[in-house]
């Protein structure tokens, strides 16, 4: 944490310790006032209704409500969710609010449920992530079509399986939300800071009911668009690296991802050598005075070095239908359906200083800190690349939802639903990738301060067409599609017996499905022989495959790629994209792009296929106990899954290049207990306690077929596991609520989540025969191997897989949230906040477990002015730095002081703070009621920033923008 965070950090944790004994000296006097009942409007009735669901909610739940039809407190309902205690946000690497963890658990543990069904959308997640589709972008779902969003972190036993650290319900508008007539109308200007550009956002929502001869029919139809201009500034370094050196004492950290220049390179002028002369270790060391080999051979530097920008729009359509039919009052059917459909086209490009694999540089004058890190120096006979790459998505996303309740008497109600939703996703995104020539004197001089990223200056013009860029030396062109399809189905039943304001019992069964397909398809080959690999007849792998040299024959030789760039806007050349992809019949090659087993994004191809029966029994009461009530709800929930694994497995015989797709299945069962309970010790007052048991399936990718051989001798492979268990969880739940009156309260909640079923890298030893892989595939080294094993029948082989393993992560910690109205001081006025403590541990068998993405401690703080026409908030989020991923990364791992196994090294997120501003005017005697609004996102333009293990090692920065959003919203 940097001084300024930590400065906003004590001066908001003041501010909240002197509004506690504040609210804390006038309560008793705020509730003495006996007024007449004020019905309140705007943001204060949302906390007041989300106030009042708390206060009732049996199990430990937070909610927020739409102020009023079409209008919810943020423009993202991720934003609205990042408010919730325990709550805490992952964004684009725009700034845009993504998706959501709970309690110091990662995204794909918490389950996002549509009108109570689970849905999935087909995306990648973050640009630099490769997202597996349990996890749900919030950005797709428009604000405007919402009318509340439940996150219950306890389960009850009615509750759909599959969120360890919570689930989240998105409750879309419905006609009977509302007593008459609705028209809401809204129209914004999106100013982002970066994009220097207006972005239009506008919603149109139509609700009515009706009385006929049959019963009252409801109908409620709702559009909602916007354009969402983007530009990023930033660094990437795509991971650190070291030398690969040979000396005693060297190498400490691993990874050893290039080496330095074996002798002098031509065009290089190194003091006192000349041209081949040989580089040693002693030559090393002269050009680096006060460093040992140790120092040099672990002198830590950015894989890719680059300047990172991207740069386009993103388009959002969603329209909602929603249909209510009550024959009578004992009956309600409902029928919700929701389209959604986004269009994403932007250029990423960057300029990459070589590190990974590259044999060609001397280092001069270097200096490392004590971590090896290196924070100057000179780079001699460097090389850069050009990185280009234009994206093109499509996400179509469809849900249908009908169901009913019916109350067939006094002591029984019937509950059904029905549920089905599809999205796709297409990616084109291709690559041109070109190179600085070698031995003409490029350098680099490199300075690394730290923060916010190292500068690489070079004395190069890298915004020169004409600097004599190259294909040789590592470039390339990619052709890499990427489709993906989720669906899922449903159908819900369920049965009420007793009183609902008394002891009742429910049960009920359920049945879910779900599929995710990955489909990667890659021209690549093809089209990088006609680009720069000489042209001629194509022929397939296995045939060798003529490298990119820019040679005659090639649709753009060497001496053509000047032609094709001009002088970009960042400060290094840009591609002519139409003519290169036009020259190069692009458009041609992508249509006819063969299937592929891995994806640009590291996914591979494949399908999941989960099929899921449930079952429950639930009781739920509420009775007295001398003076206080006892609220409850307990039981439990069985499930069986079933799943299908699909993947490819490509193999060679006889010269012919053949795929073949394996299936697998698996099954497992569970029984999920639940209890929750809440004593009401006074009219005012709430204590709560919940245990349960919870599940999260396992990580798809790690569960798709493949087989690779890692040695010569086919003993050791690498393969999916098919297998693997889902994480279950064992939580425990405490707390309790004090209600201040209107919207205020005070809570406070600790859990503990005891988490099994973690996995990592295991070894099975396995017979050939069920690896799935002909024997005529393997190559004669393999198969004379194989035999002196004792033959395909009877050899076999250890399987490199990710397996689940006997330890435990241990997650406690608690919550404070506080709703306080200071309606004493000035009508209207108010704050809420909350602070979210988390620990996690880990013991038993197997490696460490770690959650990733979660900071220690989080806090949030807004301040509200809500009366008559006028309304503002403004507030300020912050999250502690985090760990970013389990690691080891890059193959680094760092010795054990103690002695212990190495320390994977980890990315690291940075601590990070944002202030956020909301506010509205109405003009109450205009037609259609006015009103005019202003939000600005991230006031202060707050920066993204990951760091590479050590705080100097920066992994990725994002320069933050400011997004200003002005409209007008009416209704009729």
């Given at each position: 944490?940097?001084s300024?965070?930590?400065?906003?950090?004590?001066?908001t944790k003041?501010?909240?310790?002197?509004?506690?004994?504040?609210?804390?000296?006038?309560?008793?006097?705020?509730?003495?006032q006996?007024?007449?009942?004020?019905?309140?409007?705007g943001?204060?009735?949302?906390?007041?209704?989300?106030?009042?669901?708390k206060?009732e909610a049996?199990?430990?739940?937070?909610?927020?409500?739409?102020?009023?039809?079409?209008?919810?407190?943020?423009?993202n309902?991720?934003?609205?969710?990042?408010?919730?205690?325990?709550?805490?946000?992952s964004r684009?690497v725009?700034?845009?609010?993504?998706?959501?963890?709970?309690?110091?658990?990662?995204?794909?543990?918490?389950?996002?449920?549509?009108?109570?069904n689970?849905?999935?959308?087909?995306?990648?997640g973050r640009?630099?992530a490769?997202?597996?589709?349990?996890?749900?972008?919030l950005d797709?779902?428009p604000?405007?079509?919402?009318?509340r969003l439940d996150?219950?972190?306890?389960?009850?036993?009615?509750?759909?399986?599959g969120?360890v650290?919570g689930?989240?319900?998105?409750?879309?508008?419905?006609?009977?939300?509302?007593?008459?007539?609705?028209?809401?109308?809204?129209l914004?200007?999106?100013?982002?800071?970066?994009?220097?550009k207006?972005?239009?956002?506008?919603a149109?929502?139509a609700?009515d009911?009706f009385d006929?001869?049959?019963?009252?029919?409801?109908v409620?139809?709702?559009?909602a668009g916007?354009?969402?201009h983007i530009?990023?500034?930033?660094f990437e370094s795509?991971?650190?690296s070291?030398?690969?050196?040979?000396?005693?004492?060297c190498?400490?950290?691993g990874?050893?991802?290039f080496?330095?220049?074996?002798?002098?390179?031509a065009?290089?002028?190194?003091?006192?050598?000349?041209?081949?002369a040989?580089?040693t270790?002693?030559?090393?060391?002269?050009?680096n005075?006060?460093?040992?080999?140790?120092?040099?051979?672990?002198?830590?530097?950015?894989r890719?070095?680059?300047p990172?920008?991207?740069?386009?729009?993103?388009d959002?359509?969603s329209g909602?239908?929603?249909?209510e039919?009550?024959p009578?009052?004992?009956l309600?059917?409902?029928?919700d359906?929701?389209?959604?459909?986004?269009?994403?086209?932007?250029?990423?490009?960057?300029?990459?200083?070589?590190?990974r694999n590259?044999n060609?540089?001397?280092?001069?004058?270097l200096?490392v800190?004590?971590?090896?890190v290196v924070?100057?120096g000179?780079?001699?006979?460097s090389?850069f690349?050009?990185?280009?790459?234009p994206?093109?998505?499509?996400?179509?996303?469809?849900?249908?939802?009908p169901?009913?309740?019916?109350?067939?008497?006094?002591?029984i109600r019937?509950?059904?639903q029905?549920n089905?939703?599809?999205?796709?996703?297409?990616?084109?995104?291709?690559?041109?990738?070109?190179?600085?020539p070698?031995?003409?004197?490029i350098?680099?001089e490199?300075?690394n301060?730290?923060?916010?990223?190292?500068?690489?200056a070079?004395?190069?013009?890298?915004?020169?067409p004409?600097?004599?860029w190259?294909?040789?030396?590592?470039?390339r062109?990619?052709?890499?599609n990427?489709?993906?399809?989720?669906?899922?189905?449903?159908?819900?039943f369920d049965?009420?017996f007793?009183d609902?304001?008394?002891?009742?019992?429910r049960?009920?069964?359920?049945?879910?499905?779900?599929?995710?397909?990955?489909?990667?398809?890659d021209n690549?080959?093809?089209?990088?022989?006609?680009?720069?690999?000489?042209?001629?007849?194509?022929?397939?792998?296995?045939?060798?495959?003529?490298?990119c040299?820019?040679?005659?024959?090639?649709?753009?030789?060497?001496?053509q790629i000047?032609?094709y760039?001009?002088?970009?806007?960042?400060?290094?050349?840009?591609v002519?994209?139409?003519?290169?992809?036009?020259?190069?019949?692009y458009?041609?090659?992508?249509?006819?792009?063969p299937?592929?087993?891995?994806?640009?994004?590291?996914?591979?191809?494949?399908?999941?296929?989960?099929?899921?029966?449930?079952?429950?029994?639930e009781?739920?009461?509420r009775?007295?106990?001398?003076p206080?009530?006892l609220?409850?709800?307990?039981?439990?929930r069985?499930?069986?899954?079933?799943?299908?694994?699909?993947?490819?497995?490509?193999?060679?015989?006889?010269?012919?290049?053949?795929?073949?797709?394996?299936?697998?299945?698996?099954?497992?069962d569970?029984?999920?207990?639940?209890?929750?309970?809440?004593?009401?010790?006074?009219d005012?007052v709430?204590?709560?306690?919940?245990?349960?048991?919870?599940?999260?399936?396992?990580?798809?990718?790690?569960?798709?077929?493949?087989t690779?051989?890692?040695?010569?001798?086919?003993?050791?492979?690498?393969?999916?596991?098919?297998?693997?268990?889902?994480f279950?969880?064992?939580n425990?739940?405490?707390?309790?609520?004090?209600y201040?009156?209107?919207?205020?309260?005070?809570?406070?909640?600790?859990f503990?989540?005891?988490?099994?079923?973690?996995?990592?890298t295991?070894?099975?030893t396995?017979p050939?025969t069920?690896?799935g892989?002909?024997?005529d595939?393997?190559?004669?080294?393999?198969?004379?191997?194989?035999?002196?094993?004792?033959g395909?029948?009877a050899?076999?082989?250890?399987?490199r897989?990710?397996?689940?393993?006997?330890?435990?992560?241990t997650?406690?910690?608690?919550?404070?949230?506080w709703?306080q109205?200071?309606t004493?001081?000035?009508?209207?006025?108010?704050?809420?906040?909350?602070?979210?403590?988390?620990y996690?541990s880990a013991s038993g068998a197997g490696a460490?477990?770690?959650?990733?993405?979660?900071?220690?401690y989080?806090?949030?703080?807004?301040?509200?002015?809500?009366?008559?026409p006028?309304?503002?908030?403004?507030?300020?989020?912050y999250?502690?730095?985090?760990?970013?991923?389990?690691?080891p990364?890059?193959?680094?791992?760092?010795?054990n002081?103690?002695g212990?196994?190495?320390?994977?090294?980890?990315?690291?997120?940075?601590?990070?703070?944002?202030?956020?501003?909301?506010?509205?005017y109405?003009?109450?005697?205009?037609?259609?009621?006015?009103?005019?609004?202003?939000?600005?996102?991230n006031?202060?333009?707050e920066?993204?920033?990951?760091?590479?293990?050590w705080?100097?090692?920066t992994?990725?920065?994002?320069?933050?923008?400011r997004?200003?959003?002005l409209g007008?919203?009416?209704?009729?």
């Amino acid at each position: 944490m940097n001084s300024s965070t930590r400065k906003t950090s004590v001066r908001t944790k003041a501010l909240l310790l002197g509004a506690t004994f504040l609210a804390g000296a006038v309560a008793t006097e705020v509730r003495a006032q006996q007024v007449e009942e004020i019905v309140v409007t705007g943001y204060r009735r949302s906390l007041q209704q989300a106030t009042e669901a708390k206060r009732e909610a049996t199990i430990i739940q937070d909610s927020i409500f739409a102020e009023d039809i079409g209008k919810f407190p943020d423009t993202n309902l991720a934003e609205s969710l990042n408010r919730v205690p325990g709550v805490q946000l992952s964004r684009e690497v725009t700034g845009e609010g993504q998706q959501i963890a709970i309690r110091g658990l990662g995204t794909n543990f918490t389950k996002i449920l549509l009108n109570g069904n689970q849905i999935a959308v087909a995306t990648t997640g973050r640009l630099d992530a490769q997202s597996q589709n349990r996890e749900v972008d919030l950005d797709m779902f428009p604000t405007e079509l919402f009318s509340r969003l439940d996150v219950n972190k306890s389960p009850t036993a009615s509750m759909l399986e599959g969120g360890v650290s919570g689930t989240v319900n998105m409750r879309s508008a419905r006609p009977f939300d509302y007593a008459d007539r609705q028209l809401t109308y809204s129209l914004q200007g999106a100013y982002n800071s970066s994009a220097e550009k207006w972005g239009p956002r506008g919603a149109l929502i139509a609700s009515d009911r009706f009385d006929t001869n049959y019963g009252e029919v409801g109908v409620l139809v709702g559009f909602a668009g916007a354009r969402t201009h983007i530009k990023t500034e930033g660094f990437e370094s795509i991971g650190w690296s070291n030398a690969n050196m040979s000396c005693a004492g060297c190498n400490l950290y691993g990874s050893n991802n290039f080496n330095w220049a074996s002798t002098v390179p031509a065009g290089v002028s190194v003091p006192g050598l000349t041209t081949g002369a040989p580089i040693t270790n002693d030559t090393l060391l002269a050009l680096n005075p006060g460093l040992t080999l140790q120092q040099l051979s672990d002198a830590m530097i950015p894989r890719l070095g680059r300047p990172a920008f991207t740069d386009g729009q993103r388009d959002r359509y969603s329209g909602l239908i929603s249909l209510e039919f009550e024959p009578s009052e004992n009956l309600n059917v409902y029928v919700d359906t929701l389209l959604g459909r986004g269009i994403r086209k932007f250029d990423r490009v960057d300029m990459n200083w070589v590190g990974r694999n590259s044999n060609f540089m001397v280092p001069v004058g270097l200096q490392v800190d004590e971590n090896y890190v290196v924070t100057e120096g000179s780079f001699l006979n460097s090389q850069f690349f050009l990185e280009a790459r234009p994206y093109h998505e499509k996400v179509n996303f469809f849900n249908v939802n009908p169901g009913f309740s019916w109350r067939y008497n006094d002591f029984i109600r019937v509950d059904g639903q029905f549920n089905m939703s599809k999205s796709e996703f297409l990616r084109e995104a291709p690559t041109i990738l070109f190179n600085t020539p070698l031995g003409q004197g490029i350098n680099v001089e490199y300075t690394n301060p730290g923060e916010p990223f190292p500068d690489i200056a070079t004395n190069a013009d890298l915004n020169d067409p004409n600097l004599g860029w190259t294909w040789l030396g590592g470039g390339r062109v990619n052709i890499q599609n990427e489709r993906r399809v989720t669906k899922t189905k449903a159908a819900h039943f369920d049965v009420l017996f007793g009183d609902e304001e008394g002891v009742n019992v429910r049960v009920g069964g359920a049945w879910d499905y779900a599929s995710r397909s990955i489909l990667a398809q890659d021209n690549s080959a093809q089209w990088q022989q006609v680009v720069c690999g000489g042209g001629g007849v194509y022929r397939p792998a296995p045939a060798p495959q003529p490298p990119c040299n820019g040679a005659a024959g090639s649709a753009v030789t060497n001496a053509q790629i000047g032609s094709y760039l001009r002088p970009g806007p960042y400060g290094f050349i840009a591609v002519d994209y139409d003519r290169f992809f036009g020259d190069t019949n692009y458009s041609q090659f992508a249509a006819n792009a063969p299937f592929s087993n891995s994806a640009n994004t590291g996914t591979r191809s494949g399908i999941i296929e989960e099929d899921t029966l449930g079952a429950f029994v639930e009781v739920n009461g509420r009775t007295d106990i001398g003076p206080w009530e006892l609220r409850f709800n307990g039981g439990v929930r069985y499930v069986s899954t079933e799943q299908d694994i699909t993947g490819p497995v490509t193999f060679t015989i006889g010269g012919v290049q053949t795929t073949e797709f394996q299936s697998r299945d698996s099954r497992y069962d569970a029984y999920l207990p639940s209890f929750n309970a809440v004593l009401r010790v006074r009219d005012d007052v709430n204590l709560r306690l919940s245990a349960s048991r919870t599940l999260t399936r396992p990580n798809p990718s790690d569960m798709l077929p493949g087989t690779s051989f890692s040695d010569p001798s086919a003993q050791e492979a690498t393969q999916g596991n098919p297998n693997l268990t889902p994480f279950f969880s064992n939580n425990f739940d405490i707390g309790a609520e004090w209600y201040t009156g209107a919207e205020g309260y005070i809570g406070v909640v600790g859990f503990n989540k005891v988490i099994t079923g973690w996995t990592q890298t295991g070894i099975t030893t396995i017979p050939f025969t069920q690896l799935g892989i002909p024997f005529d595939a393997l190559n004669d080294t393999q198969k004379t191997a194989i035999n002196n094993r004792g033959g395909p029948g009877a050899a076999t082989v250890n399987v490199r897989q990710q397996v689940n393993v006997g330890g435990q992560l241990t997650i406690r910690g608690y919550e404070v949230n506080w709703v306080q109205p200071l309606t004493f001081l000035v009508d209207g006025l108010g704050f809420q906040a909350n602070y979210t403590r988390i620990y996690q541990s880990a013991s038993g068998a197997g490696a460490p477990a770690v959650a990733v993405g979660v900071s220690p401690y989080t806090y949030n703080i807004t301040g509200y002015y809500d009366r008559g026409p006028a309304s503002i908030r403004v507030s300020y989020v912050y999250y502690d730095d985090q760990i970013g991923s389990a690691g080891p990364e890059s193959g680094v791992s760092i010795p054990n002081p103690s002695g212990g196994p190495a320390i994977p090294a980890r990315f690291r997120n940075d601590s990070t703070g944002q202030w956020d501003l909301s506010a509205s005017y109405e003009f109450t005697n205009l037609p259609t009621q006015p009103r005019l609004t202003l939000d600005v996102i991230n006031l202060t333009k707050e920066d993204q920033r990951t760091a590479f293990q050590w705080p100097n090692a920066t992994q990725t920065f994002y320069r933050g923008s400011r997004t200003i959003l002005l409209g007008i919203r009416g209704r009729f």
